[in-house]
């Protein structure tokens, strides 16, 4: 790295911690809002995990999968979703915002990328302790699989790089929004998305895990990691790698034609 891109990585970095700053204060303004939200995350976590608990009380197993693969894959999955809902889920519901105010205009002159800006501003700090319950989930599930010591970091690695595959994803659905300004429809669209996701690829009838795996990689973003993690199956990591190079580029196509497409409310 020369100096120039270390300066450049050191005012991204300054600019992060002044948007994480800003959503703190912000958050810590509602508190009433802030505590709501942890409740509604803890509920949603416990009630996942009941009802696919129910569910075991009168089956031995899905697929190949017992209770407890079952519950540590979908806990996998809550961990990347918080993730998903910590650093970007905010951004998608600012954007169209953004772009009917005329805001976007601020953003374009900034010196720093708008991809950047648009998809990072904002952090849901109000999801930040709900991490602890996620993982303590996780770790149960995983010594009840006996995972080694050494697979964690692996664990954690693959759900970076889910985080990434399912951020890439929905940036790219996003994108749509600079076309249709109404933002609503695209962010349900993208709920279902996560949907499909947290189910496991062999629950899928061939042509639609096809669609899924290789045109919409949904499911790589869960059923990869945990092949990878219950089979020891490395090559899966190839196409979560592909589909995020493949996604990195399209991002930065569709952004720039975005921004052609994009009309400033003072045009």
Same mark, same amino acid.
Not at 47 to 61: E, K, P, R, W, Y
Not at 223 to 236: E, G, L, M, Q, T
């Given at each position: 790295?020369?100096?120039?891109?270390?300066?450049?990585?050191?005012?991204?970095?300054?600019?992060?911690?002044?948007?994480?700053?800003?959503?703190?204060?912000?958050?810590?303004?509602?508190?009433?809002?802030?505590?709501?939200?942890?409740?509604?995350?803890?509920?949603?976590?416990?009630?996942?995990?009941?009802?696919?608990?129910?569910?075991?009380?009168?089956?031995?197993?899905?697929?190949?999968?017992?209770?407890?693969?079952?519950?540590?894959?979908?806990?996998?999955?809550? @961990?990347?979703? &918080?993730?998903?809902? $910590? !650093? =970007?889920?905010?951004?998608?519901?600012? +954007?169209?915002? /953004? #772009?009917?105010?005329?805001?976007?205009?601020?953003?374009?002159?900034?010196?720093?990328?708008?991809?950047?800006?648009?998809?990072?501003?904002?952090?849901?700090?109000?999801?930040?302790?709900?991490?602890?319950?996620?993982?303590?989930?996780?770790?149960?599930?995983?010594?009840?699989?006996?995972?080694? @010591?050494?697979? &964690?970091?692996?664990? $954690? !690695? =693959?759900?970076?790089?889910?985080?990434? +595959?399912?951020? /890439? #994803?929905?940036?790219?659905?996003?994108?749509?929004?600079?076309?249709?300004?109404?933002?609503?429809?695209?962010?349900?669209?993208?709920?279902?998305?996560?949907?499909?996701?947290?189910?496991?690829?062999?629950?899928?009838?061939?042509?639609?895990?096809?669609?899924?795996?290789?045109?919409?990689?949904? @499911?790589?973003?869960?059923?990869?990691?945990?092949?990878?993690?219950?089979?020891?199956?490395?090559?899966?990591? /190839?196409?979560?790698?592909?589909?995020?190079?493949?996604?990195?580029?399209?991002?930065?196509?569709?952004?720039?034609?975005?921004?052609?497409?994009?009309?400033?409310?003072?045009?």
């Amino acid at each position: 790295m020369n100096l120039t891109s270390f300066k450049s990585a050191k005012n991204y970095f300054a600019v992060y911690r002044s948007f994480i700053n800003n959503s703190a204060s912000s958050a810590m303004s509602f508190r009433l809002n802030f505590f709501l939200f942890i409740l509604i995350d803890l509920s949603f976590l416990m009630v996942t995990l009941g009802t696919t608990d129910f569910i075991f009380n009168h089956i031995s197993s899905i697929g190949n999968w017992n209770r407890d693969q079952m519950l540590f894959f979908i806990t996998f999955v809550i @961990l990347v979703d &918080w993730a998903h809902m $910590f !650093f =970007l889920s905010e951004n998608f519901w600012e +954007l169209s915002i /953004l #772009i009917r105010t005329g805001q976007v205009d601020f953003i374009i002159l900034r010196p720093l990328s708008p991809l950047f800006t648009l998809f990072f501003r904002h952090v849901r700090f109000a999801c930040i302790f709900n991490c602890i319950p996620i993982l303590s989930v996780l770790f149960y599930f995983g010594s009840r699989l006996h995972l080694a @010591l050494w697979q &964690w970091p692996l664990v $954690f !690695f =693959l759900a970076f790089l889910s985080l990434i +595959l399912m951020g /890439l #994803i929905e940036i790219t659905t996003a994108m749509a929004i600079f076309w249709i300004q109404e933002g609503m429809g695209i962010n349900f669209l993208r709920i279902q998305m996560q949907n499909i996701s947290r189910w496991p690829d062999f629950i899928y009838k061939s042509f639609w895990r096809k669609i899924f795996i290789f045109f919409v990689p949904l @499911l790589l973003i869960g059923s990869a990691p945990i092949d990878i993690i219950y089979n020891k199956n490395y090559k899966a990591l /190839l196409p979560m790698i592909a589909a995020i190079i493949i996604l990195s580029f399209f991002v930065q196509f569709i952004l720039a034609r975005a921004l052609r497409q994009y009309e400033s409310s003072s045009s």
